[in-house]
Nanobody, 122 residues
Framework: VQLQASGGGLVQAGGSLRLSCAAS????????MGWFRQAPGKEREFVAA????????YYADFAKGRFTISRANARNTLYLQMNSLKPEDTAVYYC????????????????WGQGTQVTVSS
């Protein structure tokens, strides 16, 4: 099972980025996928999650109204559209496949991508 995240980069405050996560090696139709982020010196935190089947979504409060999680079933690809970016959004963003438990908790995920750096300048 592999998750390959991409799409990070340097953007000015107020700008947008779209992260992608290509998934391979297993069927994700009965699971959820999530995005987490980790800033220097901080713990990894939940950003958003989506159930592959049905598309129910979940967001952290800071992501609501600015970020949108989606998936392309045929491509086995997860996305995170990030708009109105702020300097405090600077972090390494990770995609992950859910295994069991709350989708809000990193320990509920058993497969992680390598992370992609997002840097927002002021």
């Amino acid at each position: 099972v592999q998750l390959q995240a991409s799409g990070g980069g340097l953007v000015q405050a107020g700008g947008s980025l779209r992260l992608s996560c290509a998934a391979s090696g297993r069927t994700f139709s009965s699971t959820a996928m999530g995005w987490f982020r980790q800033a220097p010196g901080k713990e990894r935190e939940f950003v958003a999650a989506i159930w592959w089947e049905g598309g129910t979504t979940y967001y952290a409060d800071f992501a609501k109204g600015r970020f949108t999680i989606s998936r392309a079933n045929a491509r086995n690809t997860l996305y995170l559209q990030m708009n109105s970016l702020k300097p405090e959004d600077t972090a390494v963003y990770y995609c992950a496949a859910h295994w069991s438990g709350s989708v809000y908790v990193s320990g509920s995920y058993d497969t992680w991508g390598q992370g992609t750096q997002v840097t927002v300048s002021s």
